[in-house]
């Protein structure tokens, strides 16, 4: 099994609903990353997070890294065709600088 | 535009060939990486380069040879690949050490025939 799981593998939502993908690691993470990818282009970072608990947001994106740092959810709230596109979470396992990254989740967003 | 530049985006080469993947960052950073993406496998780190110096080769095959001349610039050198090379190779750089978000380049796609 894979180090680090994401959920669903694919997602289609109606526009303007809300939705949530999980990131589940097997260790303790010293961070966790969340990036988004166009097919076949670069990652663009959304957000980092490094304490349990903690929770970020940038415009209708909101991510939780839960208290035990295990898991991690990227919620979206009011979908946007904008936000179509395979979301990626990266763990930090090792205190360094060397990410693991799950296989991803393609999020289609239907009018 | 993340700062972070690939060329070329695309690449076709034979199994003989050999060629050279270029990649630039603009950010200041002194962390550089080799990642290569398949189709329905996890982004899979390659080589990992902080302050020039190479820190990780993650049993990458001897036919993938990265080359990093300064902080700013990395290669990765290929020759004699196989059709299962195929894939999108991304670079990115950060602040070295832990903490620091990798912004990524937008990756050069490789076909291997």
């Known amino acids: 099994s894979q180090e680090l799981e994401q959920s669903p593998q694919s997602l289609i939502v109606q526009e303007g609903k809300n939705l949530t993908i999980n990131c589940t690691s097997s260790?303790?993470?010293?961070?966790l990353y969340w990036y988004k990818q166009k097919y076949g282009e670069g990652l663009i970072f959304l957000m980092m997070?490094?304490?349990?608990?903690e929770e970020k947001s940038h415009e209708k994106i909101t991510a939780k890294l839960d208290e035990k740092k295990q898991q991690s959810s990227l919620h979206i709230t009011a979908s946007q065709p904008s936000h179509a596109g395979i979301y990626l979470c990266g763990a930090d396992m090792r205190g360094n600088e060397k990410l693991t990254f799950g296989t991803g989740t393609r999020l289609t967003i239907i009018p | 535009e993340t700062g972070v530049t690939q060329t070329p985006r695309h690449l076709v080469m034979g199994m003989t060939n050999k060629k050279s993947l270029k990649c630039e960052q603009h950010l200041g950073h002194n962390a550089m990486y080799w990642y290569k993406q398949s189709a329905k496998k996890p982004l899979e780190l390659m080589f990992v380069y902080n302050f020039k110096e190479q820190t990780e080769n993650n049993s990458v095959p001897s036919r993938f040879s990265p080359e990093c001349p300064n902080s700013s610039h990395l290669f990765l050198h290929l020759h004699t690949l196989q059709p299962e090379d195929s894939a999108l190779y991304l670079c990115a750089s950060s602040q070295a050490g832990p903490g620091g978000e990798q912004y990524f380049g937008p990756g050069t796609r490789l076909t291997v025939t």
């Open positions: 997070l490094q304490k349990g608990g």
């Open positions: 260790k303790t993470l010293y961070g």
